[in-house]
């Protein structure tokens, strides 16, 4: 089993719908969790994180944590073509840690 | 602030070949992490290094080896290579005083095949 289960899609909504995204994890000692977005043919980009449990909104991304479920989300609200790319989870223990990243999803809005 | 930057781009090697990938860290930053990113999946951990010594290292096996020189500059190089090493790989900087995840980059990476 992997330590962080994501489902890589594709997922295809149209313009302006809510993008739902969500991974499990098993290491109950992961703190930092993050979402990452990464175009074709380029680097991963943070998106968002938050430190243990929570939400955090920023513009039109809300990222949820539910440490007691092991289970976090993302949300677009009112997607756009631009926002077309695969999404990965990534989590980690510590401030040093390696990154432990999901599969990606990748992610589809048309116009 | 050129940010964090990895040479060659891409690249093709043959079976049994080796290879180095070089990666240039933002200004400021002193920790770099190598991660392997095969197509269709997430970044996989390979190692880090800080103040020029492996800090950690992910399930890779010894073909695969790394450096950083006093620059903070690092390379990764993979040995007897394998189809299976095809892959985009990625490095990350950031601040080694601190864990703060705005603080760490990625790379554009470096894309390897090996026919």
């Known amino acids: 089993q992997k330590e962080v289960e994501q489902d890589p899609g594709p997922l295809s909504v149209p313009e302006g719908a809510i993008v739902s995204l969500n991974c499990t994890y098993s290491?109950?000692?992961?703190?930092?969790f993050m979402w990452y977005r990464q175009y074709s043919r380029k680097g991963p980009e943070l998106l968002m994180y938050?430190?243990?449990?929570g939400n955090k909104e920023d513009g039109r991304f809300t990222a949820q944590v539910d440490k007691s479920s092991k289970y976090i989300s993302l949300f677009i609200r009112d997607s756009q073509p631009s926002d077309s790319a695969t999404y990965l989870c990534a989590m980690r223990s510590d401030s040093w840690g390696k990154l432990q990243f999901g599969a990606g999803t990748q992610v589809v809005v048309t116009p | 602030d050129a940010g964090v930057t990895q040479s060659p781009t891409h690249l093709i090697k043959t079976r049994g070949q080796q290879v180095t990938l070089r990666c240039s860290p933002k200004s400021g930053h002193d920790t770099v992490s190598w991660y392997q990113q095969a197509l269709g999946q997430g970044p996989q951990f390979i190692f880090q290094y800080y103040e020029e010594e492996e800090r950690q290292r992910g399930n890779f096996p010894d073909r695969f080896s790394g450096h950083q020189f006093p620059n903070y500059s690092s390379e990764l190089n993979v040995n007897a290579l394998l189809l299976g090493d095809s892959a985009l790989y990625l490095c990350?900087?950031?601040?080694?005083?601190?864990?703060?995840?705005?603080?760490?980059?990625f790379g554009q990476g470096t894309r390897l095949t090996v026919v």
């Open positions: 290491n109950s000692a992961f703190q930092y």
């Open positions: 990350a900087s950031s601040p080694g005083w601190t864990g703060i995840p705005t603080e760490a980059f």
């Open positions: 938050t430190y243990s449990s």
